[in-house]
């Protein structure tokens, strides 16, 4: 049985191209592989990816599995998540990906990261547990509403209890690299 592809595989693809971009860039400034004028140019780039999306989400809605395939879904979905200088834009894009999902055309992991996210952007307490905060003296989680609830909202959107999650982010970012791909692979599959 053959699967119809992305109805807007031009769509897919600048998403895909974008997100993949921003994802090195990430990685370079964790690593603090980047200057003053890099950094410069990430945001730049963040901000052209944010309002490519939101020309995407003002012309079609969510890119979901159906419009962009699931690759670009989750690229659009990375787009959104790190739209952290456009929390207005990041709040409609939570908004617009719970629909994608309650049509099945998207993931609810997704949703509830980007959902976490819009939530600490706007400085209140998150509600999955999958927004973490790097520091010096290592990884730590961000503020959960009801703490003792967390592994049970996990579980109901598909993610994998606390620990489990704060071990591999931990992981990913302890100082020996080496692993790194496939630690990285598995966060995201995780989270």
Same mark, same amino acid.
């Given at each position: 049985?053959?699967?119809? !592809?992305?109805?807007?595989?031009?769509?897919?693809?600048?998403?895909?191209?974008?997100?993949?971009?921003?994802?090195?860039?990430?990685?370079?400034?964790?690593?603090?592989?980047?200057?003053?004028?890099?950094?410069?140019?990430?945001?730049?780039?963040?901000?052209?990816?944010?309002?490519?999306?939101?020309?995407?989400?003002?012309?079609?809605?969510?890119?979901?599995?159906?419009?962009?395939?699931?690759?670009?879904?989750?690229?659009?979905?990375?787009?959104?998540?790190?739209?952290?200088?456009?929390?207005?834009?990041?709040?409609?894009?939570?908004?617009?990906?719970?629909?994608?999902?309650?049509? !099945?055309?998207?993931?609810?992991?997704?949703?509830?990261?980007?959902?976490?996210?819009?939530?600490?952007?706007? !400085?209140?307490?998150?509600? $999955? !547990?999958?927004?973490?905060?790097?520091?010096?003296?290592?990884?730590?989680? $961000?503020?959960?509403?009801?703490?003792?609830?967390?592994?049970?909202?996990?579980?109901?959107?598909?993610?994998?209890?606390?620990?489990?999650?704060?071990?591999?982010?931990?992981?990913? $970012?302890?100082?020996?690299?080496?692993?790194?791909?496939?630690?990285?692979?598995?966060?995201?599959?995780?989270?």
């Amino acid at each position: 049985m053959r699967t119809a !592809g992305p109805q807007r595989p031009d769509l897919a693809r600048e998403l895909l191209a974008r997100a993949a971009e921003a994802a090195t860039r990430r990685a370079q400034r964790a690593r603090n592989q980047l200057d003053a004028v890099q950094l410069g140019q990430g945001r730049h780039s963040d901000h052209a990816n944010t309002n490519v999306l939101r020309r995407i989400l003002a012309e079609h809605d969510w890119p979901g599995h159906r419009l962009v395939g699931p690759a670009a879904a989750r690229a659009a979905w990375s787009i959104a998540l790190h739209s952290d200088d456009a929390p207005d834009f990041q709040r409609a894009a939570t908004t617009l990906l719970e629909r994608a999902v309650r049509a !099945g055309d998207a993931l609810v992991q997704h949703w509830a990261h980007l959902h976490d996210r819009a939530l600490v952007n706007s !400085g209140r307490v998150q509600m $999955y !547990g999958t927004q973490f905060l790097l520091r010096a003296d290592g990884v730590v989680l $961000y503020p959960v509403h009801a703490p003792q609830l967390l592994d049970e909202r996990r579980a109901s959107v598909g993610l994998p209890p606390i620990a489990v999650a704060l071990e591999a982010v931990r992981r990913r $970012y302890a100082p020996d690299h080496r692993a790194e791909d496939a630690l990285a692979v598995a966060l995201r599959q995780v989270a």
